[in-house]
């Protein structure tokens, strides 16, 4: 205890003195994520700045091992170091999906060159990931998908057709799963491959959804050259690491999900937009009883996920409890958008300069593919029936 103590001591001291001013104002948004590459632009030299420090420091990825990139440090240090972060309203770093999906897929099962060639990029946001998955035939039955990977020697072929890939167009590298033996059973000849989005062939082209924009693209593959030393695990057996990431998909998008609004709560939000009565509470009485159950409701979210954090920091096999993440964090975020409009009224559907452009409306309607994106809500209800409720014909 007194070297938790210790270490805390020292992590407040080392944050006060190196994270820059502007990182400080505790915003969780997406425009204010910084997701590294060889393409991003940082908004700032304070957010630059933190990247790099954090980055050598290991901190991006607190509990990696140190020879990928990462800080060593257990489970108990990495809640330290974030409830002093919080203490002091530090951004994030660095979002990736080279840190929530592919990182901890190549810890299971990459190879030790792969891990020393890739680990240590994402952790420095030097290297930005991109996740090819669904295709237009594959979505929800995604062991269906009919890109192959023709065996050429000492390289694939690759030739298909992904979809919904979230920042293809800005994202560096790939991992991407594709079909190398198409008489197998189709969870079977599938094997999990990783390609630099700069290799010959590759073309994305982005998908603009109702909200005006998207991270989202189609992603094409004309006979791409993979070499063979990119293929993780072993051949035909991709779909075991598929199955072991999407629970991580999973687990990041609830947990992503879970925080949206920013620095402030609704209620902050909503008792500044529409006022507070005598006794300070927010100046309407049904909508203040929503905003109360939906911030129980994301306090109660936060203790899960705490939980599932700490049983799988204790080797425990979570399986169909990342459904459970999943599935709750997409309705609450679904939720707290719907009154974040409810508190703005009508004004809010307004596409003008006074409102931002509607942006709040712009991200109310984004919610609405939370739903879809990571595994449908239907898929994930048939998952917490079967595998955790057990009920009978599910």
């Known amino acids: 205890m007194s070297d ?25 948004s997406e425009a204010a994520s910084c997701w590294g590459g060889r393409k991003w632009q940082f908004s700032t030299e304070g957010q630059r700045l933190w990247l790099e420090r954090m980055g050598k420091k290991g901190w991006t990825v607190p509990t990696w091992p140190k020879e990928y990139g990462g800080g060593g440090l257990s489970k108990e240090q ?13 951004r994030k770093p660095h979002e990736n999906f080279g840190i929530t999906m592919l990182g901890p897929a190549l810890l299971k099962f990459g190879s030790e060159e792969q891990k020393r060639e890739h680990l240590t990029r994402v952790s420095r946001g030097e290297i930005r990931w991109c996740q090819g998955y669904s295709e237009p035939g594959a979505g929800s039955d995604l062991a269906s998908l009919q890109t192959k990977a023709e065996d050429a020697g000492d390289h694939y072929i690759v030739n ?16 991407c799963l594709v079909r190398t033996d198409s008489e197998a059973p189709k969870h079977r000849g599938i094997s999990f491959i990783l390609f ?7 073309t994305t082209r982005p998908i603009k959804l109702i909200s005006g924009s998207s991270p989202f693209c189609e992603t094409f593959f004309d006979n791409v050259k993979v070499p063979k030393e990119n293929l993780v695990h072993v051949e035909n057996s991709g779909w075991d690491v598929a199955k072991y990431l999407l629970t991580h998909e999973r687990e990041m998008i609830g947990s992503l999900f879970g925080g949206m609004t920013g620095g402030r709560s609704l209620g902050e939000i909503a008792a500044s937009e529409i006022g507070i009565d005598d006794k300070g509470w927010v100046d309407d009485p049904l909508l203040r009883a929503k905003l109360v159950q939906a911030e129980i409701d994301s306090m109660a979210f936060s203790t899960l996920l705490q939980s599932v954090s700490d049983r799988a920091s204790a080797g425990e096999s979570l399986g169909a409890v990342s459904s459970v993440l999943k599935y709750y964090g997409t309705e609450l975020n679904k939720r707290r958008h719907e009154l974040l409009m409810e508190v703005g009224g009508s004004d809010e559907l307004e596409m003008s300069e006074r409102n931002q452009d509607g942006q709040r409306a712009r991200n109310w309607l984004r919610t ?24 009978p014909g599910a």
């Open 196 to 202: 630099d989005m700069e290799s010959e062939g590759v």
């Open 160 to 175: 298909g057709q992904k979809i919904w890939t979230s920042y293809a167009d800005q994202a560096d590298w790939i991992f």
């Open 78 to 90: 990495a809640v330290v170091l974030q409830q002093e972060m919080d203490a002091v309203g530090a």
């Open 4 to 28: 938790l103590k210790t270490f805390r001591t020292e992590t407040r001291d080392w944050l006060e003195e190196n994270c820059p001013a502007d990182m400080r104002d505790g915003e969780k």
């Open 368 to 391: 609405k593919g939370n739903s879809i994106e990571g595994g449908t809500s239907e898929v994930q209800l048939q998952i917490i029936a079967k595998h955790i409720l057990q009920m």
